[in-house]
Each structure stands twice: as structure tokens, then as C-alpha cells.
């Protein structure tokens, strides 16, 4: 029981277990939706650069407008700004749900409504992030609300694609748009039900939003953890990532599967991330963190090279597990990093160059891979993919020196703990 208890020690606080129970249940829809889509270009398309080119659209708009989103973030009600973009998020759902049941259904209206799901996200996701402080009383279960958070979207991402691969080969894409559009419901009920404090952000003496981007820019970039943190999540965005745009090419091609194999890949991937987030949120110290951000990414690019070279899929399943497993490792202690060294009044533009570069930069990155994989294979590209992210891991592994000091000295003023490993 003890150990059940300190997994879901976050799950204290009334506003975060509301959030949890919704997000749980919307999520699970939001990967069937990423799995139907990447299944339906390609089932359209036949070609790897469209699916690079549909994931890239549903990605660069987070890229151009995060930085300063997060800027709004900061000077917007967190809350408000959730329940919003969860209504969009639904409307964007029910289009494609709408225009895939009725078979009107395009190539081109998936990239347009990947382009419109993007701009929603591009201020979501640094608000989320952002809001996670909001809702957590007790500043010493941040951690474990960051590694739940992970949890739940792992445990999304074994269901959703499972479902999705069964309900795709059953009854079409279609359906998995109006379960994802349904979906939605249940986290903004659980929005609603919050009651939350209204507090007055710290905001810097400008209100000039290219200033106050600049003042963001200067401060996470000119701190060396904070820095290195951001600058190896973007490496293994850009060239590890966007194996989850190629899975439909190794599941038909390779592994001789259908909707099914791709669902079961997916799946497997979502079962090793959970793993990972288990395991996160049973830990009782952010001691070691920087540690595993050290391994991860190693691991991750031996998954990613050992899932291009299978033939079989047992192993291909195995490769993913692993994929899945170091990546979330990677993404969690990262965000639980960051946000605890982090400024209050400077935290939704931190989590919103957070946002950038963990998946504003997989937007070149999935439209690099699908035109790689289009001239050299996908396996080629993977392999490739695979070698940087190791070099990443060894990259930052050096930089440790220079990082680790900052880091203890900041966690020791805070009164966290007397050493970071």
C-alpha cells in the first residue's frame, strides 16, 4: 500500500485528480485519432513524403507561434485558456469525423485540419504544462503530478492505438475521429468542476510581447541547465521522433501486417512509455534525474536502430517497448526538471521553448524523415535517426560538469535536497 501510495501521491489534491480522470479518457481518443490519421494518409497516399508532409503541417504551427504563446500564457488565466482549447480540439475532431464518415475525405483536409489542431496545441501545451503547478497543493508532489501526467498519456498511447488499429480494420478512420470528438467531454467536464484560486501572476515591467519573448529567450537560453535540457530534447525531436510517421511504412511493408500490426506497434510503444512513467511516478526524490535524461537518449536510438533492422514483429514489438520506455524517461524527468528550477512569472514561456523543442522541432523532423525515407528507405532513416540520438546522450553527458553545480545549488536554496547525482 505504501508504494501505491507514494505512486499517486499528486492525486491528493481534488483539482488534479479531476484532471487526470478527463485527460485519461480524452486521451485514449487523441491516439486514435494520431493512429486512424497516419493510417489514412498513407492508406490515401501510398507514400512515406505524405506522411512526412501531413506531419510536419500538424506540427509547425507550434513551432512558429510557442515562444510566443507562451508569452500570452503567462499573461492569461491557465484555466480559461485549457477549457478553450479543449471545446477547439473537439470541434477539430468532429470535422474529420465528419468528412471521414461521410467519405468526402481528403489528403488535403487532413493537412488543413493538422495545420488548425496545431495552432490550438501550440497554446495548449505550454498552458498545460504551465497549469500542472495550479493544480498540485503541495509543491513536494510536482514530481510525481509530472510522471502521473506521463503515465496517463503512456497508458493513452497502449490503449488508443490498439483500439484504433481493431476499429480501422472493423468499421473505417472514421469512427475513431468521433470517439476522440466525444472524448473531449469528459476533460472539459472535469475543467469545469475545478475550483481554482485566481492568482496574480509576477509580470515583467513591459507588456510589449516581443520584450517580454526576448526577456524569456534570454533567460532560458542563458542558463546553462536549462539550456542543455532544452537543446537535447530538440536533437532527439528532430532525428528520433519521427519514426512514429514511418510506422505504417515498417507495419505494411515490412512486417507484411494492416491496420492491426500498425496498431499493435503503436501499442507496444505506448506499453514501454507507461513503463517509464510507472516507474517515474513510484519515485519518492528527484535525486537522479539528470542521470537518466543521460541514459535515455542512448537508449532510445538502440530501440529506434533494432526496431529499423527487425524483420520479425516480436522483435519489432520489443524495439518499440524499449523506444517508448527511454523516450518517456527522457520527456518526464526533463519536464520535472525544468519546471522546478523554473521562475513563476517566466514559467509558461520556459514550458513553451519546452514545447518547442519537444515537438515544435519533430515538425522538420517528420517532414525530413518522410522524404529520407522516400530516397534512401526507412530503415536507412531510422538507423540514421538512431546514431544522433546516441551522440546526443554523449553530448550531454558532457555537459553534466557544467550543468549538475547550477542545478544542486538552486534545489539546495529551495530546500529540496542537499545533492543531485
Same mark, same amino acid.
Given at each position: 500500500?505504501?508504494?501505491?501510495? !507514494?505512486?499517486?501521491?499528486?492525486?491528493?489534491?481534488?483539482? =488534479?485528480?479531476?484532471?487526470?480522470?478527463?485527460?485519461?479518457?480524452?486521451?485514449?481518443?487523441?491516439?486514435?485519432?494520431?493512429?486512424?490519421?497516419?493510417?489514412?494518409?498513407?492508406?490515401? !497516399?501510398?507514400?512515406?513524403?505524405?506522411?512526412?508532409?501531413?506531419?510536419?503541417?500538424?506540427?509547425?504551427?507550434?513551432? #512558429?507561434?510557442?515562444?510566443?504563446?507562451?508569452? #500570452?500564457?503567462?499573461?492569461?488565466?491557465?484555466?480559461?485558456?485549457?477549457?478553450?482549447?479543449?471545446?477547439?480540439?473537439?470541434?477539430?475532431?468532429?470535422?474529420?469525423?465528419? #468528412?471521414?464518415?461521410?467519405?468526402?475525405?481528403?489528403?488535403?483536409?487532413?493537412?488543413?485540419?493538422?495545420?488548425?489542431?496545431?495552432?490550438?496545441?501550440? &497554446?495548449?501545451?505550454?498552458?498545460?504544462?504551465?497549469?500542472?503547478?495550479?493544480?498540485?497543493?503541495?509543491?513536494?508532489?510536482?514530481?510525481?503530478?509530472?510522471?502521473?501526467?506521463?503515465?496517463?498519456?503512456?497508458?493513452?498511447?497502449?490503449?488508443?492505438?490498439?483500439?484504433?488499429?481493431?476499429?480501422?480494420?472493423?468499421?473505417?478512420?472514421?469512427?475513431?475521429?468521433?470517439?476522440?470528438?466525444?472524448? =473531449?467531454?469528459?476533460?472539459?467536464?472535469?475543467?469545469?468542476?475545478?475550483?481554482?484560486?485566481?492568482?496574480?501572476?509576477?509580470?515583467?515591467?513591459?507588456?510589449?510581447?516581443?520584450?517580454?519573448?526576448?526577456?524569456?529567450?534570454?533567460?532560458? &537560453?542563458?542558463?546553462?541547465?536549462?539550456?542543455?535540457?532544452?537543446?537535447?530534447?530538440?536533437?532527439?525531436?528532430?532525428?528520433?521522433?519521427?519514426?512514429?510517421?514511418?510506422?505504417?511504412?515498417?507495419?505494411?511493408?515490412?512486417?507484411?501486417?494492416?491496420?492491426?500490426?500498425?496498431?499493435?506497434?503503436?501499442?507496444?510503444?505506448?506499453?514501454?512509455?507507461?513503463?517509464?512513467?510507472?516507474?517515474?511516478?513510484?519515485?519518492?526524490?528527484?535525486?537522479?534525474?539528470?542521470?537518466?535524461?543521460?541514459?535515455?537518449?542512448?537508449?532510445?536510438?538502440?530501440?529506434?536502430?533494432?526496431?529499423?533492422?527487425?524483420?520479425?514483429?516480436?522483435?519489432?514489438?520489443?524495439?518499440?517497448?524499449?523506444?517508448?520506455?527511454?523516450?518517456?524517461?527522457?520527456?518526464?524527468?526533463?519536464?520535472?526538471?525544468?519546471? !522546478?528550477?523554473?521562475?513563476?512569472?517566466?514559467?509558461?514561456?520556459?514550458?513553451?521553448? =519546452?514545447?518547442?523543442? &519537444?515537438?515544435?522541432?519533430? !515538425?522538420?523532423?517528420?517532414?525530413?524523415?518522410?522524404?529520407?525515407?522516400?530516397?534512401?528507405?526507412?530503415?536507412?532513416?531510422?538507423?540514421?535517426?538512431?546514431?544522433?540520438?546516441?551522440?546526443?546522450?554523449?553530448? &550531454? =553527458?558532457?555537459?553534466?560538469?557544467?550543468?549538475?553545480?547550477?542545478?544542486?545549488?538552486?534545489?539546495?536554496?529551495?530546500?529540496?535536497?542537499?545533492?543531485?547525482?
Amino acid at each position: 500500500m505504501a508504494g501505491l501510495s !507514494t505512486i499517486g501521491r499528486a492525486l491528493r489534491s481534488r483539482n =488534479y485528480r479531476l484532471f487526470f480522470s478527463g485527460q485519461s479518457i480524452s486521451l485514449i481518443g487523441t491516439w486514435m485519432t494520431q493512429t486512424a490519421t497516419i493510417w489514412l494518409v498513407y492508406d490515401l !497516399t501510398n507514400s512515406a513524403l505524405w506522411l512526412g508532409a501531413v506531419g510536419f503541417a500538424s506540427q509547425i504551427p507550434s513551432f #512558429l507561434l510557442a515562444p510566443f504563446a507562451g508569452v #500570452l500564457v503567462d499573461r492569461w488565466e491557465r484555466h480559461r485558456t485549457l477549457i478553450g482549447t479543449q471545446i477547439l480540439s473537439m470541434l477539430q475532431s468532429s470535422l474529420l469525423a465528419t #468528412l471521414a464518415l461521410t467519405g468526402a475525405i481528403d489528403v488535403w483536409h487532413l493537412i488543413a485540419l493538422s495545420i488548425f489542431q496545431g495552432l490550438i496545441n501550440a &497554446f495548449d501545451m505550454p498552458a498545460r504544462q504551465a497549469f500542472v503547478v495550479d493544480m498540485v497543493e503541495n509543491r513536494e508532489d510536482l514530481s510525481n503530478a509530472i510522471a502521473l501526467n506521463s503515465s496517463m498519456f503512456s497508458g493513452a498511447r497502449l490503449v488508443g492505438p490498439a483500439i484504433a488499429g481493431l476499429a480501422i480494420a472493423a468499421v473505417g478512420a472514421g469512427f475513431c475521429f468521433l470517439i476522440d470528438a466525444v472524448s =473531449y467531454i469528459a476533460v472539459i467536464a472535469g475543467l469545469l468542476a475545478m475550483k481554482i484560486e485566481r492568482k496574480k501572476l509576477v509580470v515583467s515591467s513591459t507588456n510589449d510581447i516581443w520584450q517580454r519573448f526576448a526577456e524569456g529567450l534570454r533567460y532560458a &537560453f542563458g542558463f546553462a541547465p536549462i539550456r542543455a535540457l532544452l537543446l537535447l530534447m530538440a536533437l532527439v525531436s528532430l532525428m528520433g521522433m519521427p519514426y512514429i510517421v514511418l510506422v505504417p511504412i515498417f507495419a505494411t511493408q515490412i512486417l507484411h501486417g494492416g491496420a492491426q500490426t500498425l496498431g499493435f506497434l503503436m501499442a507496444a510503444s505506448g506499453f514501454g512509455a507507461l513503463v517509464g512513467g510507472i516507474y517515474l511516478s513510484s519515485r519518492r526524490s528527484i535525486v537522479g534525474l539528470g542521470g537518466l535524461i543521460t541514459i535515455a537518449p542512448a537508449a532510445f536510438g538502440i530501440g529506434l536502430i533494432a526496431f529499423a533492422l527487425s524483420q520479425y514483429l516480436w522483435l519489432s514489438l520489443i524495439a518499440m517497448a524499449i523506444a517508448g520506455l527511454s523516450l518517456i524517461l527522457q520527456v518526464a524527468s526533463s519536464n520535472t526538471i525544468l519546471q !522546478t528550477i523554473v521562475d513563476e512569472d517566466k514559467r509558461g514561456r520556459v514550458m513553451s521553448f =519546452y514545447s518547442m523543442s &519537444f515537438t515544435g522541432t519533430v !515538425t522538420f523532423g517528420n517532414l525530413l524523415a518522410g522524404a529520407a525515407a522516400n530516397r534512401i528507405g526507412a530503415s536507412a532513416t531510422l538507423v540514421i535517426g538512431g546514431i544522433a540520438c546516441i551522440l546526443g546522450a554523449v553530448w &550531454f =553527458y558532457k555537459q553534466k560538469p557544467i550543468v549538475k553545480p547550477m542545478v544542486r545549488s538552486i534545489y539546495a536554496r529551495m530546500g529540496i535536497l542537499n545533492e543531485v547525482r
